[in-house]
């Protein structure tokens, strides 16, 4: 089953705006992970929050994460063109490695 | 650029062929992965080699082969694919399958259509 999914499944905002994605998830995890992916290219790696961590910030991101709900959010602040990208949580549950799980992302487009 | 390079980027076969895509790492990683991502669907974990050797399979057909040389190089053997196996392949990196906490490092990935 689907460990990580995101909400919502597509986001379309004016440039300026703060963009918020959330992720929930269904067992219990060692980290979580956020990935942004451009149109047809690989993943790279945004942030990574521990499971003993409740925020984290790193330039214009944003992520919480609740492992009482067992979710997450990334906010984006003072959204840029350059940011529409695909948006995807990962989790690893730390028991078999560095296993990811992943969701299927929120598709994010920032009008100029 | 993520250090993580693939070959081809683009690939078009038909359901007889044979054909390998290659990764090649320049992180001094020890664990490399196989991605499949299709369409409206999540990425799925195809394999897993840590240190040259494999600790994931997950459930694979065996029309998809695996061969990991050394610890900086992976391929994916392809044969008697499917039109359903059109998709993007992803490979990643990691400095160790350590048991969590690490950041995977992708390539721009093989954009494979089976006729």
């Known amino acids: 089953s689907q460990q990580g999914e995101e909400d919502p499944q597509a986001l379309s905002i004016q440039e300026g705006e703060n963009a918020t994605m959330n992720c929930s998830y269904k067992t219990s995890i060692n980290n979580l992970q956020w990935y942004r992916q451009n149109s047809g290219r690989g993943l790279v790696h945004l942030i990574l929050i521990r499971s003993n961590e409740r925020e984290k910030h790193s330039g214009r991101l944003r992520v919480t994460l609740d492992t009482s709900k067992k979710s997450s959010s990334l906010l984006i602040t003072a959204s840029r063109a350059a940011d529409t990208a695909s948006y995807f949580c990962?989790?690893?549950?730390?028991?078999?490695?560095?296993?990811?799980?992943f969701g299927g992302g929120t598709r994010l487009m920032v009008k100029p | 650029e993520t250090g993580v390079t693939q070959t081809p980027r683009h690939l078009v076969m038909g359901m007889t062929n044979k054909k390998s895509l290659k990764c090649e790492q320049h992180l001094g990683h020890n664990a490399m992965y196989w991605y499949k991502q299709s369409a409206k669907k999540p990425l799925e974990l195809m394999f897993v080699y840590n240190f040259k050797e494999q600790t994931e399979n997950n459930s694979v057909p065996s029309r998809f082969s695996p061969e990991c040389p050394n610890s900086s190089h992976l391929f994916l053997h392809l044969h008697t694919l499917q039109p359903e196996d059109s998709a993007l392949y992803l490979c990643?990196?990691?400095?160790?399958?350590?048991?969590?906490?690490?950041?995977?490092?992708f390539g721009p990935g093989t954009r494979l259509l089976v006729l």
């Open positions: 990643a990196s990691s400095p160790l399958l350590s048991g969590g906490g690490e950041t995977q490092y």
């Open positions: 990962a989790t690893d549950r730390g028991n078999a490695g560095n296993m990811l799980t």
